[in-house]
């Protein structure tokens, strides 16, 4: 009986460990099961700076192609932007860059249409209507990346040019996706800033859309790969959905401080909806200085809360460049002067942008914004 007890104990004590390890090693709610390419760790002060690598060789092109899509090169040419909803702050200036870079080019027309819910089947019927109706190129940013791509290649079957930006489909339902950021790079500038705030163990919970939606889902995962590998301490405790909604993110922000009280110190808000919510949510409850919001968010939603010193950065890039240079790259691979296996292309007032990931244009690196610089920008 002893024997059979102690041999129980055992198995149950290497079962414990296994689910711990396996805990441990599970990715964060919310995360995609792609390979992860976590960045160097900050480096202390006083060490010395780590060598930079080698530039890594670009893979493939990966991007589907129209079908005897007409020759337009130089000519005017009729685009229709589909993001993933309007009547939110971010993608109304994704649109105020795509129309500045028409005006400047001269010979692009571009008109935004799409829901005003995050939703798929109406995105996914709203580009239809356009394949139907007859333009020359598409423009979208995803609200699932696998559901979007049959409609997406449906356009190119139709002989209509699609480019990508914010939110990317799989690579061959579009011929090019505009990355407003690297996502490792995101990932790094999240939880570093975090960490800035809260020390390195403490305990957060990520407000995001969707499990499904592909760049935050790359970001979660690259987050969880970049903590694991520089801030091992740090306690994930839950991840949450809130469908680009306000009072939804509201209300599971404020859900996840009372659930976890004070084991709960910062909030990730992984859209420009759900930063600026829990950023009310955490105002309202009284705990700025005690829970620090860190997100994606527009200078204009968040620059109240910047300026009570409640929120200290926000991680975002430029989406007026973004869609600025979405449309510069819909015009290059129209007049032809971007191809597959290209290293770069030109993009107007933005120069010259780097081709990554096989048939990635990389925007560039994230930016904070914070009390010093907030002022500086109106989006």
């Known amino acids: 009986m002893s024997k059979k007890f102690s041999v129980m104990m055992i198995m149950l004590l290497v079962l414990a460990a296994f689910s711990s390890v396996s805990a ?13 390419n976590p960045l160097e760790c900050p480096v202390a002060e006083g060490a010395a700076e780590a060598t930079e690598a080698a530039p890594a060789d670009v893979p ?3 991007g589907g192609q129209p079908v005897n899509a007409p020759d337009l090169a130089g000519q005017k040419i009729v685009l229709v932007d589909v993001p993933k909803l309007v009547g939110i702050g971010y993608f109304a200036a994704t649109t105020k860059g795509q129309q500045e870079a028409a005006a400047e080019l001269g010979n692009v027309e571009v008109a935004t249409d799409a829901p005003t819910e995050a939703n798929i089947d109406e995105q996914i019927s709203t580009i239809d209507n356009y394949i139907t109706k007859g333009v020359n190129g598409i423009l979208f940013a995803a609200n699932d990346p696998v559901a979007i791509g049959p ?17 990317n489909a799989v690579p061959d339902a579009r011929e090019w996706f505009v990355n407003q950021a690297e996502f490792n790079g995101i990932a790094k500038s999240m939880i570093d800033s975090l960490v800035a705030e809260t020390g390195e163990d403490a305990g957060f919970g990520i407000v995001t859309s969707t499990f499904t939606t592909p760049n935050q889902a790359r970001w979660i995962a690259e987050m969880w790969a970049y903590a694991g590998k520089c801030y091992p301490e740090l306690k994930w405790l839950e991840t ?41 949510a955490v105002t309202q409850l009284g705990l700025c200085g005690e829970v620090a919001v860190v997100g994606l968010a527009t200078p204009n939603a968040m620059r109240p809360y910047v300026k009570s010193d409640c929120v200290k950065s926000v991680v975002l890039w430029n989406p007026v460049d973004l869609g600025y240079a979405a ?28 081709i990554v990931n096989g048939s990635e244009v990389l925007l560039g690196p994230p930016f904070i914004y914070n009390a010093d610089n907030i002022d500086d920008f109106d989006f």
């Open 24 to 36: 441990q090693e599970a990715r964060w709610d919310g995360a995609d099961d792609l390979p992860v």
């Open 60 to 62: 493939e092109y990966d």
């Open 151 to 167: 409609v997406l290649k449906k356009a190119l079957e139709a002989g209509i040019h699609v480019v990508g930006y914010d939110a």
């Open 240 to 280: 949450v959905e809130a469908q680009e909604d306000n009072i939804l993110s509201f209300n599971q922000a404020t859900t996840l401080m009372n659930k976890y009280g004070d084991e709960l110190q910062g909030l990730l808000g992984m859209t420009s909806v759900a930063t600026p919510a829990a950023a009310e």
């Open 327 to 354: 449309v510069y790259v819909m015009r290059a691979v129209v007049d032809g002067t971007l191809k597959p296996g290209d290293t770069t292309v030109e993009a107007g007032r933005l120069g010259t942008l780097e």
